[in-house]
């Protein structure tokens, strides 16, 4: 009987305890007052797009967008903004969130300094500040986070640090990111990060680093737990290698563009350790002596290796198909010659990108690189390659995105009904020869991005076919061929993304009829053709945001429309050697960024427009026209870059401006 009044009891109290946490749960349903008032000052306080500013409204801040709250407490624990392009400058309301763990605003346009007072936001595991355009110096306050595991100031901002004693104060920081912050005058960077234990990730690019006295640090705690270090982009000599011979966790190594030198050899040593994980390194761009490449045996488990622009010469070493796991290997812009390096590298079956462009290699195009069946980018433009290409080359590159034999004296065989393996995004073929025919077997890569085939001996007019293939040509260069016939008379329904069409080149070819409206491009060159017609329809149908546009040596006729300031990012505009006629228009005048006007070998007749606004104007020729009237007095007193200016043969009188 007691044992059943207890029991009833008990179910009592308990049922009363959870109606009591209910109450209390739907009572601090919304966020806490303090802190909704903290997040709208902070909202009020920065440029917000007009679809972020109708969510942060109502009593409910936990449910605004980039808010995330305890589920008990309710309180304010992450604010993640990052890639909203948010503005103005970061308010110190933010550091009325006391409760903080996350602030992630990475990405966005934030401007000013950074608040001291996030330095006392001590529950943050994650400050990411980086991609803004922050000012001043970094807050040695931060130092005070404690629990930060994980900090982001780098890229775009403009922060210095004079020291990073701080820093030595985030014993639990893992990963830290402060590249492109002046550190010049931080002379104690290396000792104050050498003494944060678990430091797993460090980023230093463009810092400014200059060499240390490696002597004054004799022990780097992050030698144990660094996994990934990159120094790309500073003034670092060779003696740094030392410091990092006990890193036996290292995996990523990126010291790009510094000054390391000597043997590359003897750099190589200094990073081999007895117990080596060492996956990517990236050693290009540093004045190394000139020598063939060096044993990497001592790095079993590497997958990308760069050294481009080191000053590599062959033989290449046999021993480098050892290198079983190797993925990525650039030896671009060195002196590599002969046929040998191509051969041996083909041996190393693992890897996915290939770039030896800018080097010295001839011979053929081996067969043997249909062992590498995984390759997914192949570069080797500009080299003294010679021979033919032909489906036995390339049937077993399934894979292959990237193909690029730029400046080559390579010839396609490929036969018209082969249907290659591969989808190309991009294809780099400028003098080879692909001629004389259009190449057929591009009707098959649906997905190119990038063509060139300039200079490749193609007399012939463009197929059908290539007008409809669903792709988004956004780099398009067919120059220097013997291209004829006209071209398609619309090109704007062409299945493109307007906003990553970048250049289009049809210059020095046959081709002839009627300019057709052209999709939306940044650059347009048309040259030395022999297109006919006027520009009649060019302010309704080209791209405003045309920065360079060469119609010149064709066979155009007839008067410039008037509307040329609604181009205003035009930096080059060449009409020359056509048969324009009429006044020269007074739009013209209104591009502010022009720099390179050519209007010369018309017919253009009357007195040349007030060009007082184009303030950049360096080169402006209006010779051998019917251009007549008093050298305007602005030509001198207002175009201050102008170093070129052309005015020969035209019917002008009166005196020179001085």
């Not at 930060?148 to 922060?159: C, I």
């Not at 010839?411 to 259009?438: D, I, Q, R, Y």
Request: aromatic share 10%; charged share 15%.
């Amino acid at each position: 009987m007691i044992h059943c009044v207890f029991h009833f009891l008990f179910c009592i109290v308990a049922i009363l305890c959870i109606g009591l946490l209910c109450a209390e749960s739907i009572g601090m349903n919304k966020c806490v007052e303090t802190e909704r008032i903290a997040l709208l000052k902070f909202r009020d306080a920065i440029n917000l797009n007009r679809e972020f500013n109708s969510s942060w409204k109502g009593e409910e801040c936990c449910k605004w967008e980039g808010i995330l709250c305890d589920n008990f407490t309710h309180h304010v624990t992450s604010l993640h903004l990052l890639f909203f392009g948010f503005g103005g400058k970061l308010d110190s309301s933010i550091c009325e969130l006391k409760h903080l763990t996350y602030l992630n605003l990475n990405d966005n346009q934030f401007e000013g300094k950074i608040p001291k007072c996030i330095g006392s936001l001590g529950n943050l595991i994650e400050l990411d500040l980086g991609g803004n355009y922050f000012v001043g110096v970094i807050p040695p306050s931060l130092g005070n986070l404690s629990n930060l595991q994980t900090l982001d100031l780098g890229v775009f901002n403009y922060l210095t640090a004079n020291d990073l004693e701080w820093l030595s104060h985030l014993s639990n920081l893992r990963y830290l990111d402060l590249s492109y912050v002046n550190l010049t005058l931080a002379v104690d960077w290396l000792s104050s990060i050498s003494k944060i234990p678990y430091l797993s990730e460090l980023y230093l690019y463009g810092c400014g680093l200059h060499q240390v006295n490696l002597e004054s640090i004799p022990l780097l705690n992050t030698s144990i737990s660094l996994k990934s270090l990159g120094l790309k982009d500073n003034e670092l000599q060779s003696s740094i290698l030392k410091s990092f011979r006990n890193m036996s966790q290292l995996q990523d190594l990126n010291l790009n563009s510094n000054q390391l030198s000597g043997k590359l050899s003897d750099n190589i040593q200094q990073l081999c350790t007895t117990k080596n994980d060492l996956r990517n390194l990236d050693l290009s761009n540093n004045p190394f002596k000139v020598m063939s490449l060096p044993d990497f045996s001592c790095f079993p488990f590497l997958e990308t290796l760069s050294l481009r622009n080191t000053n590599v010469v062959g033989p290449f070493p046999k021993s480098f198909v050892h290198l079983s796991s190797l993925s990525s290997l650039d030896l671009g812009f060195n002196q590599l010659n002969g046929s040998q390096p191509l051969f041996e590298i083909t041996k190393l079956v693992s890897l996915k990108t290939l770039y030896l462009s800018h080097n010295n290699l001839s011979g053929p195009f081996p067969h043997t690189i249909g062992q590498l069946s995984d390759l997914n980018e192949l570069r080797l433009s500009s080299n003294k390659l010679n021979g033919t290409i032909n489906e036995t080359h390339l049937s077993n590159l399934s894979e292959l995105k990237y193909f690029d034999v730029n400046q080559n004296s390579l010839s396609f065989n490929l036969s018209s009904n082969w249907v290659p393996p591969f989808k190309l995004e991009k294809l780099h073929a400028s003098s080879c020869t692909l001629g004389p025919k259009f190449p057929l077997w591009l009707k098959h890569q649906r997905w190119l991005t990038d063509i060139n085939i300039s200079n490749c001996g193609i007399s012939d007019s463009f197929p059908k076919w290539f007008w409809n293939l669903p792709s988004s040509l956004r780099y398009l260069d067919v120059s220097h061929n013997k291209l004829n016939g006209p071209l398609p008379k619309s090109l704007q329904s062409l299945n493109v993304n307007y906003e990553d069409i970048w250049v289009w080149d049809f210059s020095f070819n046959n081709l002839n009829g009627l300019l057709p409206p052209f999709p939306k491009l940044y650059a347009l060159f048309l040259s030395n053709n022999m297109f006919t017609g006027t520009l009649s329809s060019f302010c309704s149908s080209s791209s405003q945001r045309l920065i360079n546009l060469d119609l010149s040596s064709n066979m155009l006729v007839g008067p410039l429309p008037d509307c040329w300031e609604k181009f205003q990012s035009l930096i080059v505009l060449n009409l020359a050697e056509n048969n324009f006629s009429g006044k020269v228009p007074k739009s013209l005048g209104a591009l502010g960024q022009i720099e390179s006007l050519h209007l010369n070998n018309n017919n253009f007749s009357g007195e040349i427009p007030s060009l007082i606004l184009c303030q950049k104007l360096k080169l402006i020729d209006v010779g051998d026209n019917n251009l007549q009237g008093s050298l305007p007095m602005w030509l001198g007193h207002h175009l201050h870059q102008l170093i070129v200016l052309r005015l020969r043969a035209n019917k002008f009188q009166g005196s020179i401006p001085t």
